[in-house]
């Protein structure tokens, strides 16, 4: 693991559980002073007590990245504990498995108040104080969801895409006040988020979760531990675009070669998604 976290202040939102538990210990490992920010609480401050309990430094908040004033909060909290926020990782994300005949409002609002709103309040709230300090790196979690055309989880997708365009945006903005910005693209990570996530969850006709997580097998889902050593390295290179495990990049490749052989793949996903996991099937 690199050193370049060493004596850093670093945010984690959705630091809990999942790729956000895996990189506040990375971080943490690798020197630098973590406050993880989670709806969670107990869960967050568990965590943060067995990080301190091995040497490090690490600190737990409650907070909801879908309420603005909670987010502010937090950062105002952190600046004024820590006096500066080095590292913003925005991680926090849902997921609301099935295809778009299948949601109500509620899916659609969930996810993109989580996986977007929540980005977005983020930066809203430490982006200024990373333009004051001349310095900071802002890293935003979208998925390879957010660089391909995927087949049922449109809203997920969606909100992923938006992601990855409100990062290199960022990127090319936030350059002349000093300030780096990276977007995280995970491939499959064994994570709760491959059924939904805790507060997300199945529009798939009764489906069990355990049916779920057998498909997902197929594509050899990597530990979130391995993938937050992975994708720091590369966030502490200053990489734009982090696209982790390598064999995730194939289709994105595809994607930007021939988009209409993208199509066809996502057309054969539903297709399989339907046959392995519909209604019908046994």
Not at 184 to 202: A, D, E, F, M, S
Not at 253 to 275: C, D, H, N
Request: hydrophobic share 45%; net charge positive; proline share 4%.
């Amino acid at each position: 693991m690199a050193t370049s976290a060493s004596g850093k202040i670093a945010v984690v939102t959705g630091g809990a559980s999942g790729i956000g538990a895996a990189l506040a210990t990375a971080l943490v490992d690798a020197g630098a002073e973590v406050w993880l920010a989670d709806r969670q609480g107990e869960v967050a401050e568990a965590l943060a007590h067995r990080l301190r309990s091995r040497g490090g430094k690490a600190h737990a908040l409650e907070v909801d990245v879908r309420s603005y004033p909670s987010v502010q909060r937090a950062v105002d909290d952190i600046v004024q504990q820590s006096g500066r926020i080095d590292y913003l990782f925005n991680n926090a994300g849902i997921a609301v498995g099935g295809e778009i005949d299948s949601y109500s409002l509620d899916d659609w609002n969930d996810v993109i108040d989580v996986n977007l709103r929540g980005v977005a309040y983020g930066i809203q709230a430490v982006y200024p104080v990373m333009i004051r300090q001349r310095s900071g790196h802002i890293v935003n979690t979208a998925s390879i969801a957010g660089l391909v055309t995927t087949a049922g989880s449109g809203s997920y997708g969606a909100t992923k895409h938006a992601v990855v365009a409100l990062s290199m945006t960022l990127r090319a903005e936030a350059q002349r006040h000093g300030v780096q910005v990276s977007v995280l693209c995970p491939g499959v990570i064994r994570t709760p988020i491959l059924t939904g996530g805790k507060y997300g969850r199945l529009n798939m006709g009764g489906v069990s979760e355990e049916k779920v997580l057998s498909y997902w097998e197929r594509f050899r889902p990597l530990a979130p531990e391995k993938f937050a050593e992975r994708a720091l390295h590369r966030v502490f290179r200053g990489d734009a675009i982090i696209v982790v495990p390598k064999s995730a990049k194939m289709p994105w490749y595809v994607e930007r070669i021939s988009p209409a052989l993208a199509r066809k793949f996502a057309k054969g996903m539903i297709t399989r998604i339907r046959r392995d996991l519909g209604p019908d099937a046994s």
